[in-house]
């Protein structure tokens, strides 16, 4: 990087930022500002450009803070310092105080010639006399400050003040490119992190529909985000019965769909114990009062259906009671009454069973579709029941399309507002199994 001095080899030549006039520190600051420009690292765009700054604005102690806003709220999202021990940048880091929060709030410069005069300076060195502060402006916004201190007295002249505030708006155009460059890799790398979610959570998901001898069964889960907390599950039993599992857990996107990873892997581990259902909902619910925050819990359903008997046993967990119709076009809500997973150390189960007869048609689902929005009204319970009589006559695979369908209809384009998850076990007609 070349210094602008008129002859720096000739003897006695001072080359000191002090010395230099004007023109040549402008002359100067173009090509720092050029240097400073070919990186796109944030951290490494900030050191360079506090480094540069002495080259033709002498300091003891130097910063640069870089500020991010939510709405109202500003806070600190880079700084990078020069003088400075921990310790002190704690105390300057509070923003609304002393020099560099008045700048960052009023959007002016300022050149205090003794620090000790001055009620707003707070002490980072007792040797400090004097400071200069500069906004560093990007369209129209301040997003952070250049602060430069010094151990004499009036160090900082009008000169100092209008070359650096040059300065800080070139150098605002290098760090708003670093900060969108890092914008971009940060959102290509959480891309890429929800891509590998969304694989994982598939993968926990039933890949096909279960073939049980004199039922038709099929299930269908759409995320409201890019992944969901809902799930279902159909687990075989050696005997040809068959477990059938629909949840939903508290919050949405990654936090829950981890929940909902932990809940599939505590409940197949206790399915695997061979347990009667509400035992198995006792020890997940034990195993899950462990795992979550006192905020968190699942709503679930767990049954087991017998395809020789038709009958369903079912516990239920604080969800959605699952919706029978029967034949006849008529229908009941099946719930045991139990409550949510994971809140309370220790709850009893209770299991219910329904037998189902031939042209029955069990629905399981989450509040997902049930409270799917439009104008303030919700899709509701009696919209689902008529879905279901309507179309009680189509394929398992065929109803659950045909309810998001619906529901996605009524919401209108854009999003549900919530995961939505369905399960249709349809009880087939005695010809049909003769078939």
Sequence with gaps: MSTFAADPNSPGADTSPEALSFETKFRLLLDITRTISRSLDLDETLSLIIDSVKSFVPYDAAAIYVLETNGRDRRIRATVHRGYDETSMERLLRLGEGFVGWVVQSGGAIVIPDVRNDRRYISSDPHTMSEIVVPIIANNRIIGALNLESRTLDAYKAADLEVLTLFASAAAIS??????????????RLESELAIARQVQRSLLPDKDPTVEGFDIAGLTVPNEAVG???YDFIPFPNHQLGIAIADVSGKGIPAALIMATFRACLRAQVRNDFSIRVILRKVNYLLWESLDSSQYVTAIYGVLDPVSRRFSYGDAGHNPALLMHADGTYEELSCGNTVLGLFEDRKYIECYCNLQPGDLVVLYTDGVTEAGH????????????TIRCHRQASARDLVQTIYREVQGFAG???LGDDLTVVAIKALEIAQEAE
């Design 413 to 415: 384009p854009g999003s």
């Design 175 to 188: 760090i708003e490119k670093a900060i969108l460059h890092q914008e971009r890799l940060e959102k290509r």
């Design 229 to 231: 907390g809902d799930y």
């Design 375 to 386: 104008d303030g009204e919700e899709f509701g319970l009696a919209r689902l029941v008529d």
